[in-house]
T-cell receptor, first 115, second 115 residues
Framework: NAGVMQNPRHLVRRRGQEARLRCSPM?????VYWYRQLPEEGLKFMVY????????ESGMPKERFSAEFPKEGPSILRIQQVVRGDSAAYFC?????????????FGNGTRLTVT | AQSVTQPDIHITVSEGASLELRCNYS??????LFWYVQSPGQGLQLLLK??????LVQGIKGFEAEFKRSQSSFNLRKPSVHWSDAAEYFC?????????????FGQGTRLTINP
C-alpha cells in the first residue's frame, strides 16, 4: 500500500526557470495539501485541493505559484520564474475525505534548490 | 491568530534517559493537536494526536502527550529514549473550523541522542 508519492526528491533550478513538483496521493485519497518548509522553520500551509477544485489557497504566494489536481494524474505545484527564496522543502499530504476528523499522510517531500 | 511555540530548538539527551518536548499553542477555539516526527531527508510521520476526550494521549514508538488546556500546552514525553529517536519533532495545531488540513506547525525541536 504505497504512501504519498512525491517526485522528484531533489530539484535544482536556476533563477528564472520553472519548477514543477508532483504529488500522487495515497490510494483512495481525494484530498491533497501542499506545505512548504523553509530552512530552520516548521511547515506552512500553502493550498488544499480536491479533484479539479482548489478549496483553499490562502497560503499560496499571490504570484508565480499555482497548483492543480486534475481528474486524472498527480497534483502539480508549479513555481514560475523561481527565485532563491523559493528554495525549500515542499511537502504534499493527502487524506481520504474531509479532514476535520482525520489526519494527514505526508510524502517525503521535494527539496528545491534555486541557484 | 493561531500559533505554536516550541521553546527548545535543540535538545540533547542520553540514551535511556527520559524526554519531554514542550509545545505551547494559541488557538481561539477547540484545538486539534498533533505531534509529528521527521527523520533527515524524510517526510513527517504522525506520532499522536488529540481531538477530544482523555487528555493523556498514547502514540506510537512509546511516546505520549498530555493536553493541558489551562496552560495551553501539549508536551510530548517518552520515559526512555532510544538512539533511533534522534530526529526533528514538530507540534501542530488545527481546529474545528478549519479542520486538520490547515495545520499550523511549530518551528520544530531537534533531538540528539548521546550514546
Amino acid at each position: 500500500n504505497a504512501g504519498v508519492m512525491q517526485n522528484p526528491r531533489h530539484l535544482v533550478r536556476r533563477r528564472g526557470q520553472e519548477a514543477r513538483l508532483r504529488c500522487s496521493p495515497m490510494k483512495g485519497h481525494s484530498h491533497v495539501y501542499w506545505y512548504r518548509q523553509l530552512p530552520e522553520e516548521g511547515l506552512k500551509f500553502m493550498v488544499y485541493l480536491q479533484k479539479e477544485n482548489i478549496i483553499d489557497e490562502s497560503g499560496m504566494p499571490k504570484e508565480r505559484f499555482s497548483a492543480e489536481f486534475p481528474k486524472e494524474g498527480p497534483s502539480i505545484l508549479r513555481i514560475q520564474q523561481v527565485v532563491r527564496g523559493d528554495s525549500a522543502a515542499y511537502f504534499c499530504a493527502s487524506s481520504p475525505r474531509d479532514p476535520h476528523f482525520t489526519t494527514l499522510h505526508f510524502g517525503n517531500g521535494t527539496r528545491l534548490t534555486v541557484t | 491568530a493561531q500559533s505554536v511555540t516550541q521553546p527548545d530548538i535543540h535538545i540533547t539527551v542520553s540514551e535511556g534517559a527520559s524526554l519531554e518536548l514542550r509545545c505551547n499553542y494559541s488557538y481561539g477555539a477547540t484545538p486539534y493537536l498533533f505531534w509529528y516526527v521527521q527523520s533527515p531527508g524524510q517526510g513527517l510521520q504522525l506520532l499522536l494526536k488529540y481531538f477530544s476526550g482523555d487528555t493523556l494521549v498514547q502514540g506510537i514508538k512509546g511516546f505520549e502527550a498530555e493536553f493541558k488546556r489551562s496552560q495551553s500546552s501539549f508536551n510530548l514525553r517518552k520515559p526512555s529514549v532510544h538512539w533511533s529517536d534522534a530526529a526533528e519533532y514538530f507540534c501542530a495545531v488545527g481546529g474545528a473550523i478549519q479542520g486538520a488540513q490547515k495545520l499550523v506547525f511549530g518551528q520544530g525541536t531537534r533531538l540528539t541522542i548521546n550514546p
